[in-house]
């Protein structure tokens, strides 16, 4: 199930990060407290989802730039909003 696969690691950590700015997904790695492998599957899994993109930047080619989408700050926002209801309760 979808919401499982997205409750399994920290999306809402990974998008609250990136809504700052891009940023090389090393540096992700440590804002979000998960290690290199553990970012890089979070991120190709917002990507297959079309949550962020990445890049590679052009001086450093080995650093592997993650960037929200549009569709990644709605998904946000409604996160956001589902944690409001959550803690006034229904």
């Known amino acids: 199930m979808v919401v499982e696969d997205f409750l399994r690691?920290?999306?809402?950590?990974?998008l609250r990060e990136l809504e700052k700015g891009p940023l090389i997904a090393r540096?992700?790695?440590?804002?979000?407290?998960?290690?290199g492998s553990n970012v890089f599957r979070y991120v190709e899994k917002l990507?297959?989802?079309?949550?962020?993109?990445?890049?590679f930047e052009r001086e450093y080619p080995y650093r592997k730039i993650v960037k929200i989408?549009?569709?990644?700050?709605?998904f946000l926002?409604?996160?956001r909003e589902l944690d409001r209801v959550l803690k006034r309760g229904w």
């Open 27 to 35: 540096v992700l790695g440590k804002r979000i407290g998960a290690n």
């Open 77 to 79: 926002e409604k996160l």
């Open 69 to 74: 989408t549009r569709k990644g700050r709605r």
């Open 9 to 14: 690691f920290k999306v809402f950590h990974v």
């Open 47 to 55: 990507e297959f989802y079309g949550l962020v993109e990445t890049y």
